[in-house]
C-alpha cells in the first residue's frame, strides 16, 4: 500500500514538474514582445553562453569527429570502401553528433549556473523582491536566459560540426589513409548537394538544437525558480537541472529524428 | 489602511496563521512582534498578495488582495514598498541600478529624472556615496538601507518591514531604526514592521502587537504593550530582552 501510495506521489510530482516547465514556456513566449527592453540582458547571456561553453565544446566536438571517423573507417576499410567516410562523417555529426555534444555541453555549463543562479535568487528572496517590484520573473530573468540558449545553441553546434568534421579528416589522413581531398570533397558534397539552400540534414540538425537550447534554458530556469532551502536547496536545483535537460535532449532528440526521417 | 481579518494559512503542513486580525491606520508604524515561526513574514506577503490565505481577508484601502488579479496586484504593489531582511538586492546590479530598478521598469521618466530620484533616495538614507558599489561589496547594514531606498523610490503610501535590524550592530540597528522614523514622519509613510527586537518596537512603532500561536496575543500603544503584564509583552519589551 505504501508503495503504491508513494509511486503514485512521485508520478504527481513530477507530473507537477512537466506541467511548470510547460506553463513556463508558455508565459516565456507571451513575454517575446517585450525583448527589445531586454537587450543588453540578452547580450550579456549570449556572451555567458558562448564564452563558458565554447571551449570544451571544441574539444569535444573534435574528439567526437576523430572517435566518429575512427570507428567507422575500421568497419569501412574492412569492405574496401574507405572513400565514403568523409561523407558519413559530415552526416552524422550533422544530424546527430553536433547538436547532442553541443547540447549536453550547455546542459552541464550554462543550464548548472542558470539553476544556481536563479535557485540562489530564490533562496536569498530576490525573486519575491522582484514581484514585489512588480517586475515579472518570467520576463525579466527567464526570457532572455531562454532566448540566449535558443540562438547560442544552433550557433555553436554550426562550429561543433565544422570542428567534427575536421577531427575526422585528421584520423581519415593519418591512421586510415585516406587523402584529404576525397574526404573533403565527400563531406563537402553531401552537404551542399541538394535541391534546397540548406540540405535536410543541416536543417535539421539546426532545428534540433534550437529546440535542446530551448529546453535546457527552461528546464534549467524552472528547477531554480522552484528552489527552497538554502545552499542545499540550491545544489538539488542544479542537479535537477542537469539530470532533467540531458533527458529532455536525448528523448526530444529521438523524436526530432523519428518525425523527420520516418514520418515526412 | 492595511486590514487582516481571521487570516489562516497552512504551510509545509503546519498550521502557521490561526486567525490573525490586524489593522493598521495610515500614517502609523505598526509592530509585530513574536517567537521565531509564529508567522510574522508569512504575513507581510499575506498583505502584498505573495500568499493566499486560506481563510481570511487582507484588505489594503479596502481593496480585496487575495481576489485582485494579476495585474490590480501589480498596480497594488506600486504603491507599497518591501524591506526584505538582507535587502534582497540583485546582486549583479550596482546599488544604484538596483533602486532605479522599480522607476527604470515601470515609470516614464527620463534617464537624468531617474538618476536625479536614485541620487535623492540614497541620500536620504545615507548611502550616496555608495551607488556604483554591487551588493557582494558591502556591509548588511549598507545592503539594508539600500534596500530601504529601493523601497522609497516609488514614494510608496506603504513599506513592509521584514526584521529590518536582523543580525546588524546594535549601532547599525540604531541608525535604521531613525531611518523607518523618518520615513513615517518626513514621507507620511504607514509602515507594518516585523521584528523581534524591543529597541525596533519602541523607537519605530507607534502601536505594538504580539503573536503566539498564529494570532495576536497582545496588542496596544508602545507604552501599553511596555507596561503589560501579559507574559508574552514582558518577554519582549522587558529590561534586556534586545
New interface residues.
Given amino acids: 500500500m505504501n508503495l503504491a501510495a508513494g509511486t503514485i506521489r512521485f508520478l504527481a510530482e513530477r507530473t507537477g514538474s512537466a506541467g511548470y516547465v510547460v506553463n513556463l514556456l508558455v508565459r516565456t513566449a507571451l513575454c517575446l514582445p517585450r525583448i527589445p527592453r531586454r537587450l543588453r540582458f540578452l547580450l550579456d547571456n549570449c556572451f555567458n553562453a558562448g564564452v563558458r561553453a565554447l571551449p570544451v565544446t571544441l574539444v569535444v566536438a573534435a574528439f567526437a569527429g576523430a572517435i566518429l571517423a575512427m570507428q567507422t573507417g575500421i568497419e569501412l576499410r574492412r569492405f574496401g570502401n574507405t572513400n565514403v567516410l568523409g561523407t558519413i562523417t559530415a552526416l552524422s555529426m550533422c544530424r546527430e553528433m553536433g547538436p547532442f555534444i553541443t547540447a549536453v555541453i550547455l546542459a552541464a555549463t550554462v543550464g548548472s549556473s542558470i539553476a544556481a543562479e536563479i535557485g ?2 530564490k533562496v ?3 525573486i ?8 515579472d520573473p518570467v520576463d525579466y530573468l527567464v526570457l532572455p536566459r531562454v532566448l540566449a540558449l535558443a540562438l547560442m545553441c544552433p550557433l555553436l553546434t554550426v562550429l561543433s560540426n565544422l570542428i567534427g568534421i575536421y577531427g575526422g579528416s585528421i584520423i581519415a589522413e593519418q591512421n586510415l589513409g585516406v587523402s584529404p581531398d576525397l574526404y573533403w570533397v565527400g563531406a563537402i558534397e553531401s552537404l551542399t548537394s541538394s535541391g534546397t539552400l540548406l540540405p535536410k540534414e543541416v536543417y535539421v540538425g539546426l532545428l534540433k538544437s534550437l529546440i535542446f537550447g530551448v529546453a535546457i534554458a527552461t528546464v534549467s530556469c524552472a528547477a531554480g525558480l522552484k528552489a527552497r532551502g538554502g545552499a542545499l536547496g540550491v545544489g538539488l536545483a542544479v542537479q535537477t537541472a542537469v539530470r532533467n535537460s540531458v533527458l529532455l535532449i536525448i528523448v526530444l532528440g529521438f523524436v526530432i529524428t523519428w518525425f523527420f526521417y520516418f514520418l515526412t | 489602511m492595511i486590514e487582516l481579518k481571521n487570516l489562516h494559512k497552512r504551510l509545509g503542513g503546519r498550521d502557521i496563521l490561526k486567525g490573525l486580525s490586524v489593522k493598521v491606520p495610515k500614517g502609523m508604524n505598526f509592530v509585530l512582534m513574536g517567537p521565531s515561526g509564529t508567522g510574522k513574514s508569512v504575513t507581510l ?1 499575506h498583505v ?1 498578495g ?1 500568499f493566499k490565505p486560506d481563510l481570511g481577508s487582507v484588505h489594503v484601502d479596502g481593496q480585496d488582495v487575495p481576489a485582485m488579479d494579476r495585474k490590480q ?3 497594488l ?2 504603491r ?1 514598498g ?1 524591506l ?3 535587502g ?4 549583479w546590479l550596482s546599488v544604484a541600478d538596483n533602486v532605479a ?2 522607476l527604470k ?2 515609470s516614464q521618466l527620463s534617464r537624468s529624472e531617474v538618476d536625479d530620484r536614485v541620487h535623492e533616495v540614497l541620500k536620504l538614507v545615507g548611502m550616496d556615496h555608495a551607488g556604483k558599489q554591487e551588493p557582494p561589496e558591502i556591509s548588511g547594514g549598507m545592503k539594508l538601507r539600500a534596500g530601504l531606498a ?1 523601497a522609497l523610490v516609488t514614494n510608496p503610501e506603504y513599506v513592509l518591514y521584514d526584521e529590518p535590524n536582523a543580525g546588524l550592530d546594535p549601532i547599525i540597528s540604531e541608525q535604521i531604526h531613525e531611518l523607518i522614523g523618518e520615513v513615517r514622519d518626513r514621507l507620511s509613510v504607514t509602515g507594518l514592521i516585523v521584528t523581534h527586537s524591543r529597541a525596533c518596537a519602541t523607537q519605530c512603532g507607534d502601536r505594538i502587537g504580539i503573536l503566539e500561536a498564529g494570532k495576536l496575543a497582545v496588542e496596544g500603544s508602545v507604552d501599553e504593550i511596555t507596561a503589560s503584564d501579559h507574559p508574552l509583552a514582558r518577554a519582549f519589551m522587558g529590561q534586556g530582552s534586545d
Fill in positions: 540562489t535568487m536569498s528572496e530576490e519575491d523582491a522582484l514581484e514585489v517590484m512588480s517586475i | 506577503k502584498i505573495i496586484l501589480m498596480a504593489r506600486k507599497m518591501y526584505f531582511q538582507n534582497a538586492l540583485i546582486n530598478l522599480p521598469e515601470h529601493r
